[in-house]
């Protein structure tokens, strides 16, 4: 058996390195058996643990920097983290959906709420137009979406907004403005 480097005869247990805790030597060369503060026990290279490379297990690397649980952006709340950096969110309609971080922090409406028409995707009088005279020639709800570039939800929304309403042509004008 060799004698142990002078790094690892340096280095006792209950030594911390990080979120790292040395509970003892590793069977395997250099290594030493470190506990994780979530409670896993890996081995880790000396080398990495000395010069601070290795700080933490992998599932804690994993784990978001920060935590969005129970914040609002825009319409989303976030309810909790999915992994791989997205997290389930719930919007003010009720929709829940998993979004990568970056795109929580934007903010903005859900597809399928009806805020978004509100907001920003009004739609403006060409095709209104067509909608119309989609409609009236008997044209299906589906077809027109594949027509249009957009959701049966969506052209469903549209109908119902900009069809019942008599002020529809009124309120086509004022969002292109």
Same mark, same amino acid.
């Given at each position: ?63 978001? /920097? +920060?935590?969005?649980?129970?914040? +609002? ?18 919007? /003010? ?11 929580? /922090? ?19 009088? %060409? ?12 044209? +299906? ?11 049966? %939800? ?14 529809? %042509? ?6 292109? %403005?």
């Amino acid at each position: 058996m060799s004698k142990p480097s002078a790094a690892m005869a340096a280095v006792k247990i209950g030594d911390r390195f990080g979120r790292f805790t040395v509970v003892g030597h590793s069977t395997r060369k250099h290594h030493l058996q470190c506990r994780c503060d979530c409670g896993h026990i890996v081995s880790v290279l000396l080398y990495n643990l000395i010069h601070g490379y290795s700080s933490q297990c992998i599932i804690c690397a994993r784990q978001p /920097k +920060r935590d969005l649980t129970g914040q +609002r952006f825009g319409d989303w709340t976030v309810l909790t983290y999915a992994g791989r950096s997205t997290w389930n969110c719930r919007c /003010k309609c009720g929709h829940t959906a998993v979004r990568p971080g970056s795109v929580v /922090k934007r903010g903005g409406a859900c597809q399928q709420c009806a805020s978004q028409v509100a907001q920003a995707g009004r739609i403006d009088r %060409e095709r209104l137009a067509i909608i119309k005279a989609s409609l009236a020639a008997g044209v +299906r709800a589906a077809s027109l979406a594949r027509v249009l570039g957009i959701s049966n %939800e969506r052209v469903r929304q549209l109908v119902a907004i900009y069809l019942q309403d008599p002020c529809s %042509e009124a309120q086509a004008d004022g969002a292109n %403005e």
